[in-house]
């Protein structure tokens, strides 16, 4: 047997942690109008805009017209983005699930539409999820409750550090059932409420803000922060439109930012970063480069910090980053599927450069349940090719590569969220 082909059998055996995902609970999913396009939607979307999908064509694709006339609109985009990491995840989902290698015909979409509509029902988390991925807890980043049978919580932080309008303020007013007149009322409010979800079993916070500014998220002052939110009282009523600029609420939004991670510090809960490639056309991508990091992760040595992504495309850059830091770790979630050779190459990175208990090797990231198998596959074939050409070249022992096996798929994300769950023997 081949080395590769070793590995792959040992991480098929292997239950795993999953470190980041979107999924609605299962009422919402078995709620909802699913047809073939399901398979291709989330990320696929992007493939499909690149490949020249149109806005109209957008709304027609995923909204309530015919199967037929989203075929026709779909057969040519499938054709040209077929071998993608996105699109392979989603073939894969749907060969398992539902039967089916390939999509070539009207005919295959009415029937794979058949398929996915009869398996939209309850029990379909617990077959995708725990039958065949062997997935013991999943990392959900939703801003709402989640299902503890499968999902422990995250929460992104950033609905409540980025203020730019009264209506912002307002919002959690109503949420908190507190007036919010002062900076100083709104932060121990919202210190509160985290401590509050913390208690409830919270596992982390997550910041998101690089898809909408860089990660350099300074030192200011509380004074600094105090002037920004009297400017949203005075000038940015409810009966108005003023809204306060990313460059003019900075200040505030760096300092609650930190707070929160001082919090984080606090109740010893774990803060993760989305650092490097960004979903979606508006993307920015140099405001979200690893080294924008350095100071903050420097400045709080006692919160554990994780790099999303492997900060890809500067996987170098992160696993850099993630040698020179303590208190930092790489989540490979997403990665696989941006582009599967790309995470083969960060896997070598981290086998020379990252002590394996601080690499998370697999977060499916994912909207729709069962691309999440697809992805799993992709991640287990990926970390099989890096660790067989590891021991092919006797640079590695089958003993080291089985323990970044367990590390990847397992172990790591255990103790990094401080599930307490058992370790794999």
């Known amino acids: 047997m081949s080395s590769y082909q070793s590995i792959l059998d040992e991480l098929a055996e292997l239950p795993v942690l999953d470190t980041h995902e979107h999924l609605p609970n299962e009422e919402e999913r078995v709620a909802q109008e699913v047809d073939f396009t399901t398979l291709f939607s989330h990320y696929c979307r992007d493939d499909l805009i690149a490949a ?14 015919s199967v037929a006339e989203k075929w026709q609109l779909m057969e040519p985009l499938l054709l040209a983005t077929g071998t993608s990491g996105y699109m392979r995840a989603a073939y894969l989902a749907m060969d398992r699930f539902y039967g089916m290698k390939s999509l070539r ?55 409540y550090t980025t203020i730019g309008h009264m209506q912002d303020i307002i919002a959690c ?14 932060e121990q409010a919202l210190l509160d409420h985290l401590q509050t979800l913390a208690e409830g079993g919270l596992k982390g916070f997550k910041i998101g803000q690089a898809y909408m500014r860089p990660l350099d998220f300074t ?28 460059q003019e609420s900075k200040p505030l939004e760096d300092y609650l930012t930190r707070r929160v991670i001082e919090l984080a510090g606090d109740l010893q809960l774990p803060v993760v970063i989305h650092v490097g490639f960004q979903t979606f056309r508006n993307m920015k991508l140099d405001d979200a480069r690893p080294h924008r990091l350095w100071d903050l992760i420097r400045r709080y040595r006692s919160v554990r910090f994780s790099m999303l992504h ?19 770790s ?29 690499v998370m090797g697999f977060g499916g990231d994912y909207q729709v349940v069962e ?55």
């Open 371 to 425: 691309k999440v198998y697809g992805h799993l596959q992709i991640a287990r074939q990926n970390i099989a090719i890096a660790l067989a050409e590891r021991m092919d070249r006797q640079q590695m022992s089958l003993e080291q590569a089985r323990r970044w096996c367990r590390a990847l798929m397992h172990d790591s994300a255990n103790s990094f969220f401080q599930l307490q769950l058992s370790p794999i023997e």
């Open 173 to 186: 007013e109503k949420a908190w059932d507190r007036s919010l007149p002062t900076l100083q009322s709104y």
């Open 105 to 159: 015909s009207l005919q295959d979409a009415e029937l794979l539409t058949e398929r996915v509509k009869a398996a939209n029902k309850p029990g379909l988390y617990n077959r995708v999820l725990r039958d065949v991925c062997h997935i013991r807890r999943s990392m959900n980043y939703v801003g709402g409750p989640v299902d503890r049978e499968f999902f422990e919580h995250v929460l992104n932080i950033g609905a």
């Open 219 to 246: 030192a200011t002052t509380q004074h600094e922060a105090e002037q920004v939110f009297n400017r949203i009282f005075n000038e940015s009523k409810p009966s108005n439109n003023r809204s306060l600029g990313y």
């Open 330 to 358: 790489i989540d490979m979630g997403w990665m696989h599927i941006m582009c599967p050779e790309m995470a083969i190459n960060a896997l070598k990175y981290y086998f020379d450069m990252v002590p394996m208990h601080k």
């Open 52 to 65: 020249g999908m149109s806005e109209q064509h957008q709304d027609i694709i995923y909204g309530s017209a």
């Open 310 to 328: 492997g900060g890809l495309p500067w996987v170098e850059e992160g696993a850099v980053m993630a040698r020179q830091l303590p208190n930092l």
